[in-house]
């Protein structure tokens, strides 16, 4: 069964959501990845990551939802802000960090969840902001956990041989692909 082009034109937008909130896992992971982890920890962290990506934007799609009941013409812009705000915050994270990024050794579970929620946080807000759109529910979680899992697993790979140089970078285009959509939602 062929996909309408109103179908196409949402699995576009999901996928450069999921794509942006990717990016966030994967400079992380960069960074994580210069301390050289061992492969059953890149598993492990990547499959926390994919999770915490797929629960936090339930969480805020639920809270999303319930506030587009109430607001109804405005939760369109409220959500398109939301994003945009997001890729600023994701663009100040990176101007505020400079050079200078606080990583911790991951050797436990307790590590690795703490290491995942953290990283995950930035999705509730995404889930909160499609809450308020018509979105498929649960075609936007498969495409966060598939994009941060993977996202999360290149980004480690690629921090054990290509150094920490990679991460800032793929924070900035996820944080304007943020402000791209937002934007253009408000519009």
């Known amino acids: 069964m062929p996909l309408t082009t109103v179908e196409w034109g949402q699995l576009f937008t999901l996928s450069m959501i999921a794509l942006a909130m990717g990016t966030d896992a994967f ?27 797929v629960l936090m934007p339930l969480i805020g799609m639920a809270i999303g939802q319930l506030l587009g009941k109430v607001m109804k013409d405005v939760a369109v812009m409220v959500g398109g802000g939301m994003l945009c705000f997001l890729g600023l915050s994701m663009l100040w994270h990176v101007i ?20 995942s929620l953290s990283v995950s946080l930035d999705s509730l807000s ?20 598939l994009f941060s899992f993977a996202m999360t697993g290149i980004g480690l790979v690629l921090g054990r041989f290509m150094g920490g140089w990679i991460g800032t970078y793929g924070e900035v285009i996820g944080g304007m692909i943020l402000i791209y959509l937002g934007c253009k939602f408000m519009i």
């Open 126 to 145: 995404a889930g909160l902001s499609l809450g308020l759109f018509d979105a498929d529910i649960w075609l936007a979680l498969l495409l966060f956990g």
């Open 27 to 53: 400079s992380f992971g960069v960074g994580m990845g210069t301390k050289r982890p061992a492969v059953g920890t890149i598993s492990k962290l990547s499959a926390s990551v994919g999770f915490f990506h």
């Open 96 to 115: 505020r960090e400079g050079e200078e990024d606080e990583r911790f050794r991951i050797s436990s579970w307790g590590s690795i969840l703490l290491f």
